[in-house]
């Protein structure tokens, strides 16, 4: 990503820029004027020093003994995520994980409102959630042309999810939000993220894993393994 600087903004620093949006909202909302990169980064759960590094290459560089002002820190991180447009979202599967995507209203507040809802069940093909109109799989092309859709959203089982980015990719969309559990294959210039929960869980149960060895607490699966 390269900010209006034109400085290549790393991975990493990307990844971090919407934790630090969200904590200068909360200072906003609490009428902070100004914030330093020490409170920012305790509140961000980062160091001060990648805060500092991070932000210079929105070309921020705060005031030494006065901070970051926090409204215009906040602009530039939205500026350089771009935020300051809408990008029309399309859910494609209306099961229980699209329906409570469909019903989140932070994503319109943030900027990615839910334009259409589609589906490949003729039973919910022409129903409304949301008060949006379910509309069939094969119109997706259509969709994705009528209401200029940015983003697609695969909510849909793993068995499926990819026809489906690849009708997304055919129709025109080259930013894909995958919440199915298997991976995709996306042509060159598509921006894919993967959303899997059961991998995040599994993340957490290694740390939980090794922090119970740290204690010095008992190992279950030492315990079980067949070969002690």
């Given at each position: ?164 980015a690849d009708l997304l990719v055919e129709a025109g969309v080259s930013s894909i939000l995958n919440f199915a559990p298997t991976v ?45």
């Amino acid at each position: 990503m390269a900010p209006p600087s034109g400085r290549t903004i790393p991975d990493a620093t990307v990844a971090r820029l919407p934790i630090y949006q969200r904590v200068l909202g909360e200072l906003q909302d609490r009428g902070a004027a100004t914030v330093s990169s020490e409170d920012l980064a305790e509140l961000s759960g980062v160091n001060a020093a990648k805060v500092r590094k991070d932000l210079s290459f929105l070309g921020s560089y705060g005031i030494r003994g006065v901070g970051y002002e926090v409204d215009y820190l906040l602009f530039q991180i939205r500026n350089a995520l771009g935020l300051t447009q809408q990008w029309p979202v399309v859910i494609v599967g209306v099961g229980n994980l699209g329906r409570a995507l469909a019903d989140y209203a932070g994503f319109t507040s943030r900027g990615f409102p839910v334009a259409a809802l589609v589906d490949d069940d003729p039973a919910k093909v022409g129903t409304e959630h949301v008060g949006i109109v379910i509309r069939a799989l094969s119109e997706l092309r259509d969709v994705v042309r009528d209401l200029d859709v940015a983003i697609g959203v695969i909510a849909i089982p793993a068995s499926g999810a990819q026809r489906v980015a690849d009708l997304l990719v055919e129709a025109g969309v080259s930013s894909i939000l995958n919440f199915a559990p298997t991976v995709l294959s996306v042509p060159d210039g598509v921006n894919l993220r993967q959303v899997d929960l059961a991998v995040e869980l599994q993340i957490l149960s290694f740390h939980r894993r090794h922090r119970n060895r740290e204690r010095g607490a008992v190992d279950p699966a030492a315990e079980s393994n067949p070969r002690r």
